[in-house]
């Protein structure tokens, strides 16, 4: 499509001359605009990818990709339940649990919090927390008195190993003076970090029959907690599950219980990708500038290359060429400078902390520990065809104007 005489000219034009410095520093803020645009666009979507890809991970890998309940508040049968759930195609694992909001009580501290009672075999399949206990040991993790905890709440309340935690119950039992909550102390021994602040903060794992004992639900649990293979498609996991219980069971899956809440972060996304193609459709404007002021700048040489023969196609070309090597340069740099910074995005956040003395990413309101990124190359490939029609159409119109030019009119004027 490009012939050497083009090709020619067109670098002669991109490489300016004494006097002629000003185009030239216009297309370098173009080239620069377009790269920090592409780059911009693809450190925010790979963030926003790892933001969402951890998230859910963690969550499901606490919460299960789906829970079974009872008709009623609770399961009797359910290790019948399990079994069953077990058998489904596509389920990995079936753990009954029992599950309840109590108070939790140590010293000063008070918060309210989440208790979950598994049996030893099942919490170590949970890996979110068995791969990550920071102290003690889930061998200990037996009888009626023994608890796990949180990082955050270890902290906040002051807890190690051998540590007493206290959970008050509101579901008592009713005396004459009206309910009494129930109240235990529970020794602990081990304390895990789960990666979501929340989780750490808020909640405590018991021994399956010390829960049992303790909010007084003898052989019964709340939910049984299904893991699955692929959790992106628990969809027809769910429906098998349905249909293999003959309806007398209730299954919610993660796209149930967390739909307003991971659909709020897809709708976040969508939004920065648009707001921030703003940023390149802005550089290609540059470029448009930087090329009509060419053109005008070069009006008496497109005179003289039209006398000598150059067509009109030929000048279009020149200065396509001229407008599409900015374009390209800048988002293949764009392109590169966005892979390295999201490849080691951990570091750079770390560097500029120590450097500023500030937390640039707060547990506490982003719910993960760390900066998460993930790339996803076809998200890549498309901000770079996005990129490269953006600043191929913005080449259109001055090249059609470079073409128009009249060489007798502008050679009048010289």
Same mark, same amino acid.
Request: aromatic share 8%; charged share 15%.
């Given at each position: 499509? $490009?012939?050497?005489?083009?090709?020619?000219?067109?670098?002669?034009? &991109?490489?300016?001359?004494?006097?002629?410095? /000003?185009?030239?520093?216009?297309?370098?803020?173009?080239?620069?605009?377009?790269?920090?645009?592409? *780059?911009?666009?693809?450190?925010?979507?790979?963030?926003?990818?790892?933001?969402?890809?951890?998230?859910?991970?963690?969550?499901?890998?606490?919460?299960?990709?789906?829970?079974?309940?009872?008709?009623?508040?609770?399961?009797?049968?359910?290790?019948?339940?399990?079994?069953?759930?077990?058998?489904?195609?596509?389920?990995?694992?079936?753990?009954? &649990?029992?599950?309840?909001?109590?108070?939790?009580?140590?010293?000063?501290?008070?918060?309210?919090?989440?208790?979950?009672?598994?049996?030893? @075999?099942? &919490?170590?399949?949970?890996?979110?927390? +068995?791969?990550?206990?920071?102290?003690?040991?889930? !061998?200990? $993790?037996?009888?009626?008195?023994?608890?796990?905890?949180?990082?955050?709440?270890?902290?906040?309340?002051?807890?190690?190993?051998?540590?007493?935690?206290?959970?008050?119950?509101?579901?008592? *039992?009713?005396?004459?003076?009206?309910?009494?909550?129930?109240?235990? @102390?529970?020794?602990?021994?081990?304390?895990? !970090?789960?990666?979501?602040?929340?989780?750490?903060?808020?909640?405590? /794992?018991?021994? &399956?029959? @010390?829960?049992?004992?303790?909010?007084?639900?003898?052989?019964?649990?709340?939910?049984?907690?299904?893991?699955?293979?692929?959790?992106?498609?628990?969809?027809?996991?769910?429906?098998?599950?349905?249909?293999?219980?003959?309806?007398?069971?209730?299954?919610?899956?993660?796209?149930? %219980?967390?739909?307003?809440?991971?659909?709020?972060?897809?709708?976040?996304?969508?939004?920065?990708?648009?707001?921030?193609?703003?940023?390149?459709?802005?550089?290609? $404007?540059?470029?448009?500038? +930087?090329?009509?002021?060419?053109?005008? !700048?070069?009006?008496? !040489?497109?005179?003289?290359?039209?006398?000598?023969?150059?067509?009109?196609?030929?000048?279009?070309?020149? /200065?396509?060429?001229?407008?599409?090597?900015?374009?390209?340069?800048?988002?293949?740099?764009?392109?590169?400078?966005?892979?390295?910074?999201?490849?080691?995005?951990?570091?750079?956040?770390?560097?500029?902390?120590?450097?500023?003395?500030?937390?640039? $990413?707060?547990?506490?309101?982003?719910?993960?520990?760390?900066?998460?990124?993930?790339?996803?190359?076809?998200?890549?490939?498309?901000?770079?065809?996005?990129?490269?029609?953006?600043?191929?159409?913005?080449?259109?119109?001055? +090249?059609?104007? *470079?073409?128009? %030019?009249?060489?007798?009119?502008?050679?009048?004027?010289?």
């Amino acid at each position: 499509m $490009f012939g050497p005489f083009e090709r020619m000219v067109a670098g002669r034009y &991109l490489h300016a001359r004494r006097g002629e410095r /000003f185009v030239s520093v216009i297309a370098i803020f173009s080239l620069v605009g377009i790269a920090l645009g592409v *780059a911009t666009l693809i450190i925010v979507m790979s963030v926003m990818n790892g933001f969402k890809a951890d998230l859910l991970g963690r969550i499901l890998g606490l919460n299960g990709d789906l829970s079974v309940f009872g008709v009623t508040r609770t399961i009797s049968d359910y290790d019948d339940v399990a079994a069953r759930v077990r058998r489904v195609p596509g389920v990995v694992s079936a753990a009954p &649990l029992v599950e309840s909001q109590v108070l939790l009580n140590s010293g000063s501290y008070n918060a309210g919090g989440l208790v979950r009672g598994m049996t030893q @075999a099942d &919490l170590l399949g949970l890996h979110e927390i +068995s791969d990550n206990l920071v102290a003690g040991s889930l !061998d200990d $993790f037996g009888g009626d008195d023994t608890i796990i905890v949180g990082t955050t709440l270890a902290e906040r309340a002051g807890l190690t190993v051998g540590g007493r935690l206290t959970l008050v119950s509101p579901q008592g *039992a009713a005396t004459a003076f009206g309910t009494m909550p129930r109240v235990r @102390a529970y020794r602990v021994v081990a304390i895990f !970090d789960a990666g979501v602040n929340d989780y750490n903060a808020s909640y405590v /794992f018991l021994p &399956l029959h @010390a829960a049992q004992v303790y909010f007084q639900m003898p052989g019964q649990v709340t939910q049984v907690q299904v893991m699955t293979r692929d959790a992106e498609n628990v969809i027809p996991v769910r429906q098998a599950i349905e249909k293999a219980m003959d309806g007398n069971v209730r299954v919610m899956d993660w796209t149930q %219980t967390n739909n307003a809440f991971f659909g709020a972060v897809q709708v976040e996304q969508n939004v920065m990708f648009l707001i921030l193609t703003l940023i390149i459709l802005v550089a290609a $404007f540059n470029v448009i500038s +930087s090329l009509i002021m060419m053109v005008k !700048d070069k009006s008496a !040489d497109i005179a003289v290359l039209r006398t000598l023969g150059a067509t009109r196609g030929a000048i279009m070309r020149i /200065f396509l060429m001229c407008g599409a090597s900015v374009g390209v340069t800048g988002t293949f740099a764009g392109t590169g400078l966005g892979i390295v910074f999201c490849m080691n995005i951990e570091h750079i956040r770390q560097l500029l902390q120590r450097i500023t003395g500030t937390n640039l $990413f707060n547990p506490e309101v982003y719910y993960l520990e760390h900066l998460p990124s993930r790339l996803i190359w076809s998200q890549v490939i498309e901000v770079i065809a996005m990129a490269l029609v953006l600043s191929l159409l913005a080449t259109l119109y001055p +090249s059609w104007r *470079a073409a128009k %030019t009249d060489p007798v009119e502008a050679l009048r004027h010289e």
